[in-house]
């Protein structure tokens, strides 16, 4: 069964320092794993997606991540935190046709 | 840009009540999807819709639940007789055909008295 992991529940950064959110994937086949972001009272917004072709991904807002099979990880980087960067991202995996399977959730905080 | 949109964003019914909740997918969409996330857990897949019909259900998507496009913009989810455990926030998502990335609405968060 598919399956995600995300490490963190809650991390803080300083405006300016890099983010890094963790998840790790559990997948019987190549996965399609995806990053979607929620803003308080927003819809779940995508961020980006891996679907086996380039391993690193870029997605908006100059969040990027990166694809490797051998630590089974998904983990999603920003080289510099903007405040408006303060919300909840959740790590995705598909399961069967187009069923999403979603990890616990990040909470990630922007200190000035 | 296209948003898929839900309403209302806030629903309070009391227990054993029916519940309809709302959904306009993006126009050129034709898959449809109702999530929902109870406070404190998981985002869970609840049921997938194409073509008038059910495409996929999970477990909790039981004989209490139906979901219905009754014209040509709205995706619909009827909770028969509420719950207390039904209390959540539910999302609504559409995509494309042959198109893996899912549209999320803003939710509307359902609270059961």
């Known amino acids: 069964a598919q399956s995600v992991t995300q490490l963190d529940s809650h991390v803080s950064v300083s405006e300016g320092t890099p983010v890094l959110l963790r998840c790790n994937y559990s997948s019987s086949y190549s996965p399609s794993l995806f990053w979607y972001v929620q803003h308080p009272n927003k819809g779940l917004q995508l961020l980006l997606k891996?679907?086996?072709?380039?391993?690193l991904v870029k997605g908006i807002n100059g969040f990027e991540a990166e694809f490797k099979k051998s630590e089974t990880s998904f983990h999603l980087t920003k080289p510099s935190a903007h405040m408006s960067d303060a919300a909840e991202y959740f790590c995705?995996?598909?399961?069967?046709?187009?069923?999403?399977?979603f990890g616990t959730g990040t909470r990630l905080k922007v200190l000035a | 840009e296209p948003e898929v949109t839900q309403t209302p964003s806030h629903q309070v019914t009391q227990m054993g009540q029916e519940v309809i909740l709302r959904c306009v997918p993006i126009?050129?969409?034709?898959?449809f999807y109702w999530y929902r996330q109870i406070l404190g857990q998981k985002v869970e897949f609840l049921v997938s819709?194409?073509?008038?019909?059910?495409?996929?259900k999970s477990e909790i998507f039981d004989d209490q639940f139906s979901v219905e496009r009754p014209d040509g913009s709205n995706f619909t989810l009827k909770i028969r007789s509420t719950k207390l455990e039904d209390s959540a926030m539910y999302f609504c998502?559409?995509?494309?055909?042959?198109?893996?990335?899912?549209?999320f609405g803003p939710g509307t968060r359902l609270t059961v008295t």
């Open positions: 126009s050129n969409h034709l898959y």
């Open positions: 819709f194409y073509n008038n019909e059910i495409s996929e």
């Open positions: 891996y679907t086996s072709a380039a391993t």
């Open positions: 998502a559409s995509s494309e055909v042959g198109q893996i990335e899912q549209y």
């Open positions: 995705v995996v598909i399961s069967g046709t187009y069923k999403y399977i």
